[in-house]
């Protein structure tokens, strides 16, 4: 009687045991599933006409290096600017600080209208 109570307390317990081991496996199992490689940006911009593409193509010329991707880097992120796209082309006309400004050679007036759109659209990407 006392052995069997005794045999039954000891089931029990290695019942919690291999409980507790199952909930750790569990999760080793779980984690070691979860996929690590994930880029942290998921998104990526697509063009939705060609006026935007063309945009960005000038953007990756000439902006790129100081504004990468519409964020802040040298310069400030123009992606979240408050900015009108007026005031923008004018701040790529006539510079200020450490921008340079560019002139109508360098950049054609239909040529900056693009880069606007292609920060327009950045902005509600
Ligand atoms: C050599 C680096 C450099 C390049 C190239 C450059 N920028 Fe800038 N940009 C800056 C810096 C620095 C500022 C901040 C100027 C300041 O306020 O003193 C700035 C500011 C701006 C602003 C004002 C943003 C705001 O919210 O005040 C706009 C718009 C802008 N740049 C657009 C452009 C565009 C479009 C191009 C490409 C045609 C370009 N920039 C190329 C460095 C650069």
Redesign the pocket.
């Known amino acids: 009687m006392l052995i069997n109570l005794l045999k039954n307390y000891y089931l029990m317990k290695a019942n919690k045991i291999s409980i507790v081991i199952l909930v750790a496996a569990a999760i080793v199992f779980y984690s070691c599933a979860l996929r690590k490689s994930e880029p942290i940006v998921g998104k990526t911009f697509t063009a939705k006409n060609m006026q935007v593409q063309h945009g960005q193509e000038l953007?990756m010329k000439?902006?790129q290096?100081?504004?990468p991707g519409g964020e802040g880097g040298?310069?400030?992120a123009?992606n979240s600017?408050p900015?009108p796209g007026f005031?923008?082309k004018l701040?790529?006309r006539a510079g200020?600080?450490?921008?340079?400004s560019?002139n109508h050679q360098e950049?054609a007036k239909e040529d900056l209208k693009d880069?606007g759109k292609y920060?327009k659209a950045l902005k509600h990407f």
């Open positions: 953007y000439h902006c290096k100081c504004h040298l310069g400030p123009l600017t900015a005031l923008k701040q790529v200020l600080g450490t921008m340079p560019f950049i880069i920060l």
